[in-house]
Nanobody, 122 residues
């Protein structure tokens, strides 16, 4: 199985930046597509970004395009989400996920981290 642990969340002012990390342990990390999702209180979980197993393809929710960048490092088994120009509406718990899922839909992802809180507020 794949174990995923997110880190890097915290409190940041609007316009600021954070880099989230998702540390993976277990086998076959390089074979999994990976995604970042977020869930705000009272709202449904939404896909934020996706990166293919090879790292060659990625996608972003319209709300974060141009501001967020997803990347992966198969040497350290880590997926990153660089978040710039943060807005209050980015406030949510952010989860990383892995599996056969392809894109921003959560259904195809089998493994999930525990989440890390991101709060954007002045």
């Amino acid at each position: 199985q794949l174990q995923l642990v997110e880190s890097g969340g915290g409190l940041v002012q609007p316009g600021g930046s954070l880099r989230l990390s998702c540390a993976a342990s277990g086998f076959f990390f390089a074979d999994f597509n990976m995604g970042w999702f977020r869930q705000a209180p009272g709202k449904e979980r939404e896909g934020v970004s996706f990166i293919s197993a090879s790292g060659a393809r990625s996608d972003y929710a319209d709300s974060v395009k141009g501001r967020f960048t997803i990347s992966r490092d198969d040497v350290t088994n880590t997926v990153y989400l660089q978040m710039n120009s943060l807005k209050p509406e980015d406030t949510a718990i952010y989860y990383c996920a892995g599996g056969r899922g392809y894109g921003l839909g959560p259904a195809g992802y089998s493994y999930w981290g525990q989440g890390t809180q991101v709060t954007v507020s002045s």
